[in-house]
């Protein structure tokens, strides 16, 4: 098993332009979900499905987009970055039904520089 | 709302020693879980360790152990016997379920710095 996997690893943007993180796991996951990670402020929830076709709204979604029309598949769109996007972003996906103790698996992160 | 509190930004620990990094949680769900997850400098999660609120023995993985107290709301990390590959940060992390769904919170990290 891959686990989970992120691409790119590192991207560069202009401010204004737009990009897709992917991420795919083969866990055959319901959960998967999107963090981003900023100094002093630990992870915080993006966005988050709990199958194909169902998504909704984490802690800080504004500015992001997400669609989940696999169970494998959960890209993170960025429509028109910002110098506040700046980032590491990591995806993570778990079973759904197993308990509250069935832990996540992250992704390796992508890091985003947006100038 | 839930809510995790690492109040610890940083930490330092004599090698072959241990060391307990804190962490408080506010929910008002009964059932929820708690999670610790390693960091090192290479950026992967790791999950150390995991405790139900309903558990009522300590969590013990190797030379983790979670140190729970309901009544206090904590759930403190405990690393015995410190080696240099400790270095990282460490998260605190809780999961409750929430609206039919499962939510995860972070804390903020503490950075632990094992020093030979």
């Known amino acids: 098993n891959a686990g989970v996997t992120q691409t790119p690893k590192f991207q560069v943007l202009k401010t204004g332009q737009s990009m897709t993180l992917q991420c795919a796991q083969d866990m055959n996951h319901e959960y998967m979900s999107w963090y981003r990670q900023d100094p002093g402020m630990g992870l915080r929830l993006i966005h988050y499905s709990v199958g194909a076709g169902i998504t909704d709204q984490g802690e800080v979604p504004n500015g992001y987009n997400v669609s989940r029309s696999t169970t494998e598949d959960f890209p993170l769109r960025l429509l028109s970055a910002a110098p506040s996007q700046t980032s590491v972003y990591f995806c993570?996906?778990?079973?759904?039904?197993?308990?509250?103790?069935?832990?996540?698996?992250f992704g390796p992160g992508t890091r985003l520089l947006v100038l | 709302a839930q809510k995790i509190t690492q109040t610890q930004p940083g930490m330092f620990v004599q090698e072959k020693e241990a060391v307990t990094l804190d962490c408080t949680y506010d929910?008002?769900?009964?059932?929820?879980?708690l999670f610790w997850y390693k960091q090192p400098s290479s950026g992967e999660m790791i999950f150390l360790i995991y405790q139900g609120s309903y558990d009522e023995q300590n969590a013990t993985e190797g030379r983790y152990s979670l140190n729970f107290q309901k009544a206090r709301k904590s759930a403190n990390l405990v690393i015995s016997a410190s080696q240099l590959g400790d270095s990282a940060m460490y998260f605190c992390a809780m999961r409750v379920h929430s609206g039919g769904y499962q939510k995860v919170t972070f804390g903020i990290g503490t950075k632990l710095q094992v020093i030979p």
């Open positions: 929910t008002s769900d009964q059932s929820y879980g």
């Open positions: 993570a996906s778990s079973y759904l039904g197993r308990g509250l103790e069935e832990t996540q698996y």
